[in-house]
């Protein structure tokens, strides 16, 4: 009998891994755990999904690795949107019109 890979690895960890270079070791270096800590996940343990977000600057989300707990990401809405651009956060980011990109500051 053939065995069916989606079986033996959890979406939110293959996810997981693949944020950080796609190995195992890659995460556990991440987090500071041996492989074989990590080995033993069956699902990312909601604190590490946490962290895993914290420290992949919200490459992969909490919400990606572990929906069965945090469930479905928290809608932005246009005010928070506007500020991301305005901070450099958003599509919208170019430089200021009162200085060139490169000009000497004063």
């Known amino acids: 009998m053939l065995l069916d890979m989606s079986e033996l690895c959890d979406a939110g960890l ?3 891994r693949e944020a950080v270079g796609g190995k195992a070791v890659d995460l556990a270096r991440l987090l500071g755990l041996t492989e074989s800590a990590i080995s033993q996940w069956k699902r990312i343990p909601p604190n590490r999904a946490i962290e895993i977000e914290e420290k992949t600057g919200g490459k992969v989300t909490r919400y990606d ?11 932005k809405s246009a005010a928070v949107l506007e500020e991301q651009a305005v901070r450099g956060r ?3 980011h170019c430089a200021p019109a ?3 990109v490169g000009a000497a500051r004063a």
Do not use: Q, V, Y
């Open 98 to 100: 009162s200085r060139k």
């Open 14 to 16: 293959a996810l997981a």
């Open 65 to 75: 690795l572990r929906p069965d707990f945090f469930g479905k990401p928290p809608e």
């Open 90 to 92: 958003g599509p919208r």
